[in-house]
């Protein structure tokens, strides 16, 4: 009966799409990044290039996921783009049932593609709550070594785990992250609910050669070690982000 199916239909999006309900499998989430350049080039003559007006610099990301699978990187556009060169636009395809990720980065204009197991963060859950995209989201914190902490802000309301980034691990979506000194800020202004084709989650027409982490970064170092300005490339390819 026709009837009948359109009711299961309309209840089907309901229970997807319905807050309240905990059941949100599937969607699409877009982010606004901002950097201070001024942070991270801690240089006394940065501002000599890079002027005052110009050293908050925002890059805009999307997140597709549903409770398996998620796709994480820059919204193309065909704007001229200042400062292209001073932040990253990581490409990161991650499989929460297989435990990987599949990362394409960037490294002196040319990508190069990154095998990696899932990232494994050590967050605690604290006090504090935020609403974001309309979303009332829980505070948490991971500390990164000895001195930087990072800040999300995760919803419970999704079914997957995924963030930003390579972050996840939070029973929920996070919407926001922050590092302590606020040099850079990712918060979800959108959350389109809808259904996700699951090729839109997964890499394909990728070209040049896979590394693993241990493979790119002993190439790197044999490559550019000795350099300090190749220690700063190993230290932004392998840092926080």
Known sequence: ?????????????????????????????VYERKTNLYKKFKNDDVSQWIPEANKIKIDTFELIFNDTLSYFGPVESNLKENLSWATNKNRIWTSFNQKTTFQVK?????????DDSLRSVKWKIVPGKRKIAGYECQKALYQHGDTANLYAWFCPEFITTAGPETFNGLPGLILGLATEDGGV??????????????????????????????????????????????????GEVFGMW
């Open 1 to 29: 009966m026709k009837w009948a199916s359109n009711i299961i239909v309309c209840f089907t999006v309901l229970v997807m799409s319905s807050p309240g309900k905990s059941q949100i499998s599937a969607g699409r989430v």
């Open 106 to 114: 960037e490294i002196f204009g040319e990508p190069v593609n990154l």
């Open 185 to 234: 800020i990712y918060f979800a202004r959108q959350v389109l609910l809808e259904r996700v084709d699951t090729a839109q989650l997964t890499p394909s027409k990728i070209k040049g050669k896979k590394f693993t982490k241990v493979e790119l970064r002993t190439k790197l170092e044999k490559d550019f070690g000795k350099e300090e300005w190749g220690k700063m490339l190993i």
